[in-house]
């Protein structure tokens, strides 16, 4: 089974830290993405990477960045954590998808960020 | 507006009811469609994936998707209390390594 894990599964932090989150998946994936999740809104990509030391901006990467120094493992960081930051953060994988195929998204079991 | 819509309900229904979960979307390159469902204080999980127009079954879940209409639908038959969680739906176009979510839709089977 595919795992994808990821450090915490609560966090409290203050207004002004420097948060790191952490992913790390165990199927040799090439690509892991970076969600928050909040009520009525959905999952909205932070970032994604497709490869090692590689990036993307998804469509909110304001006030985060990231980290892919080796392959199974996709760090999130906030700066300077902001209380418009408290959320749900999901870490995912997936195979690299041709234009005739998809593959699956696998999530790990998110962490609830509050900051104060 | 948003490139996926989906009522977020909150949706609650008796056990054994049929559910229907919809999503419209607006951009017609979208070839790829899944449902994935999310328990309570968990990631989500793929439920079902559709390629392009048509229906597909998988017990007493049907997924279908209207191309011309750009809407889609999730059907669950004989729902039960173990169905209760919230059902995403996600799209994606060829090519693209990346997926656009609804809202979700939080849905509750009582017994």
């Known amino acids: 089974d595919v795992k994808v894990t990821q450090s915490s599964r609560y966090l409290v932090k203050r207004t002004g830290e420097k948060v790191f989150l952490e992913c790390v998946q165990d199927m040799d994936h090439e690509n892991m993405f970076w969600y928050r999740q909040d009520p009525g809104l959905g999952l909205r990509l932070i970032y994604f990477s497709y490869d090692v030391k590689m990036k993307e901006k998804g469509d909110i990467p304001e006030g985060y960045s990231v980290s892919r120094e080796k392959k199974e493992r996709f760090s999130l960081i906030l700066e300077s954590a902001s209380t418009n930051q408290t959320s749900m953060y999901l870490c995912?994988?997936?195979?690299?998808?041709?234009?005739?195929?998809?593959?699956?998204?696998?999530f790990g079991p998110g962490t609830r960020l509050t900051v104060l | 507006q948003k490139e996926v819509e989906q009522d977020p309900g909150p949706l609650s229904v008796p056990e054994g009811a049929i559910v229907s979960l919809n999503c419209t979307y607006s951009n017609s390159a979208f070839q790829y469609f899944m449902w994935y469902r999310q328990y309570s204080r968990k990631g989500p999980e793929l439920l079902m994936y559709t390629y392009s127009s048509g229906n597909k079954e998988d017990g007493r879940f049907t997924a279908q998707v209207d191309k011309s209409s750009k809407y889609i639908s999730l059907f669950i038959r004989d729902s039960q209390p173990s169905d209760s969680a919230t059902y995403l739906c996600a799209m994606s176009a060829p090519g693209a390594q990346k997926l656009v979510f609804g809202q979700g839709t939080r849905l509750t089977i009582n017994p």
């Open positions: 995912a994988s997936s195979p690299p998808g041709s234009g005739a195929s998809y593959n699956e998204q696998f």
